[in-house]
């Protein structure tokens, strides 16, 4: 969410069975005529919401540790106005080189600690609200839960209704985690020793509070509400081609007279891996501009004091080109971010709702409760 995130590459990054169409861990029971109140499928935790939410967290926290020397670069690249000289392949292997060579690996991993915390916070936030929108958006839409040939009940989504979902569920997160991507920003803009070297999550936050105020820790707040079309569109297109995916699949049991699991079934991480690159490659390509005006605006730098500056002067710098700085950087770092994100995201989801049907920390939920 990059910002990420993002981060999202999230990126937020559903198992197989948790936020597909068609296959997800939103479907529920259909009543029957003994007991006289439906449940909804078992989960792990007291909700699954919460499974999903929890789910994000350890994607989020995964993909960070992996992935943050580029997101470092990625941040720098966004903020500065030198000229990229040679090939992108290039420059990130130079800025590599000589960020090692000159702080040596914890100059690679600097910043470390905020970005962990703004990436699982923004994950696991992010598919908690995912969630529970999704059932609130079926619940006002008849025609969104569909009879299983098992008698059960499924939420399945129109495209309109995952764009929705995801862009309130974006927008939400948004509001609740800016103040940790500001502080991110400044320190991965600043160097040891610098004004904005606050060098702990809590420092920044404080100072920036003190010195700035509130809108401060804000800063950029209205045009990331605008980036959620980033998100919007990378979840919207990941449902479609994992309803696609689940469909392929069913039809392939069918074929070979394998029995079709509701609920308990997913696709392989290849599987999630190329639906999750070809939907942020969609989303990124028509929404980065927005990133690097954002960071510039929260880079503290007194050259982009606000949007319409900031727009004036990298149009005047760089060009068009200028819009996309750091976006081949971005791809590499985002990609495998959002693959990692979403391939572990979709695999504990989908073992947290197994081992909730098989015992363990067990829970059942009335249909009508918000879940």
């Known amino acids: 969410m990059s910002s990420h995130a993002s981060s999202s590459a999230g990126t937020s990054p559903c198992s197989s069975t948790s936020t597909s169409p068609s296959y997800s861990s939103t479907s529920f029971t259909t009543q029957t005529s003994t007991p006289p109140r439906t449940t909804r499928p078992l989960s792990f935790l007291p909700s699954p919401v919460l499974d999903h939410a929890s789910a994000g967290l350890v994607a989020g926290c995964i993909a960070t540790l992996f992935t943050h020397p580029l997101d470092l670069l990625r ?74 040939p098992n008698g059960g009940h499924e939420i399945r989504l129109s495209p309109g209704g995952y764009l929705l979902a995801s862009a309130e569920a974006s927008a939400c997160t948004a ?87 509701e609920g308990q079934e997913k696709l392989s991480n290849i599987e999630y891996i190329i639906m999750s ?41 760089s060009g068009m080109r200028g819009f996309y700085r750091g976006l081949a950087t971005n791809m590499i770092r985002v990609l495998p971010a959002t693959c990692i994100t979403f391939v572990v995201y979709e695999n504990v989801a989908w073992a947290l709702r197994r081992w909730g049907r098989e015992g363990g920390v067990v829970w059942r939920h009335e249909e009508d409760g918000e879940g």
Not at 214 to 238: D, E, H, P, V
Not at 309 to 317: G, S
């Open 277 to 317: 690159a070809t939907s942020k490659l969609t989303a990124l390509s028509i929404t980065y501009p927005h990133q690097v005006i954002r960071a510039r605006l929260q880079s503290h730098n007194p050259l982009y004091p606000n949007i319409p500056t900031i727009i004036r002067l990298t149009y005047k710098q």
């Open 75 to 148: 941040t720098r690249f966004q903020v500065s106005s030198t000229p990229i000289r040679g090939g992108s392949g290039r420059a990130i292997w130079s800025a590599l080189v000589d960020t090692k060579r000159r702080d040596g690996w914890t100059g690679l991993y600097r910043g470390l600690g905020p970005n962990v915390v703004g990436n699982i916070t923004g994950w696991g936030l992010y598919f908690m609200w995912y969630e529970l929108l999704k059932r609130r958006i079926a619940k006002r839409d008849p025609a969104s839960v569909h009879v299983t």
């Open 175 to 261: 509001v609740m985690t800016n103040p940790l991507w500001v502080v991110r920003v400044r320190i991965f803009a600043s160097r040891p020793g610098d004004p904005h070297d606050y060098g702990s999550l809590h420092r920044g936050v404080y100072e920036i509070a003190r010195t700035e105020g509130i809108r401060g820790l804000y800063k950029g707040g209205t045009f990331a509400l605008i980036g959620i079309s980033n998100s919007a569109l990378q979840f919207m297109a990941y449902e479609q081609l994992k309803h696609i995916g689940f469909e392929w699949k069913r039809r392939r049991h069918e074929r070979q007279g394998r029995p079709w699991r």
